[in-house]
């Protein structure tokens, strides 16, 4: 399987921060907010990623990751010349794409919780259909929301509805295989001029192929539009990481944990932020290691 990560958009409701500065570049507590959803990805098994951005800030992306082999992992990168949905992604991932199956992550949305890492891996070895994710949350109606039965078939999908059916919403998590290409480049543009995902989601409905994976309770979803929620979710990470003494989204600690680098490559990046607690925390993985200790 592989991943995109959309981090497009002009990021306005973000101004002044954004104005030079793509949303996903700023830092939520002590990592750019891309490390998170890139961080979902590489916890899902996946190795092949591509991000989708605008073209002023692509080559910002670039910078950062490289070819991505750094991490054991390959990054390439295309441009999403203007906002035109999330559907869109797979309309110019399509030679990216090829035949594999594929996941789509928005680069604002943050997830955390016990026994994740699992629940990506079963949901990266989707064969058939689409699969999304439902979230509880106290205001459904502000969200594209998400009815299921017993078996995690789903019933219906609404977009931000007046009476919802369901608490559950649907967050910017989604796994595919390969027909959503095919169902991406078919769909026609809503009133607002994009490809809609709900439509996509629409069609697996349609065709019976579409299941949710509910998010349990405890589990944090959160995504960065705002001032608000940009602060709210850079308390979080910090208040989890300084109780826990473990970081949340460290790309570098997964792509160590799964053996996609050795502790020379670890030691190498750890090297460039001693200066921080950072690389400090990556040295004292490399020395747990070693130790014979279990650190995860």
């Known amino acids: 399987m592989k991943g995109i990560i959309l981090a497009g958009g002009s990021g306005t409701r973000l101004y002044p921060l954004t104005r030079v500065l793509s949303k996903q570049l700023i830092p939520v507590y ?168 709900t439509d996509v989601n629409m069609e697996y409905l349609r065709r019976g192929k579409l299941r949710v994976q509910p998010l349990s309770r405890g589990f944090c979803w959160l995504d960065t539009g705002t001032h608000e929620s940009l602060q709210q979710a850079s308390s979080y990470v910090q208040a989890v990481q300084d109780r826990q003494g473990l970081k949340v989204a460290c790309i570098e600690e997964i792509a160590y944990n799964h053996g996609y680098i050795d502790s020379a490559q670890m030691e190498k990046l750890a090297n460039d932020m001693l200066k921080n607690q950072y690389g400090q925390y990556l040295m004292e993985i490399i020395a747990e290691t070693k130790a014979g200790s279990i650190f995860s």
Do not use: W
Not at 56 to 67: H, S, T
Not at 97 to 114: E, R
Not at 152 to 173: D, Q
């Open 30 to 197: 002590d990592k750019p907010m891309i490390y998170y959803p890139l961080s979902v990805l590489m916890l899902a098994g996946i190795q092949d990623i591509l991000i989708i951005s605008t073209p002023r800030d692509l080559c910002q992306f670039q910078e950062l990751f490289a070819d991505g082999s750094h991490l054991g992992i390959s990054i390439s990168y295309a441009e999403q010349p203007a906002p035109e949905g999330l559907a869109q992604a797979f309309v110019i991932g399509k030679d990216f794409i090829g035949s594999d199956n594929v996941a789509l992550i928005l680069g604002d949305n943050i997830f955390f919780g016990s026994g994740f890492s699992r629940v990506l891996e079963e949901c990266s070895s989707l064969s058939e259909g689409g699969l999304i994710f439902g979230y509880p949350v106290r205001d459904p109606e502000r969200y594209g929301v998400v009815e299921f039965d017993d078996d995690n078939k789903v019933v219906g999908i609404e977009e931000k509805p007046a009476h919802p059916k369901s608490k559950f919403a649907v967050p910017g998590l989604y796994f595919y295989d390969n027909d959503v290409i095919a169902i991406a480049e078919n769909i026609k543009p809503s009133p607002r001029g994009e490809l809609e995902i």
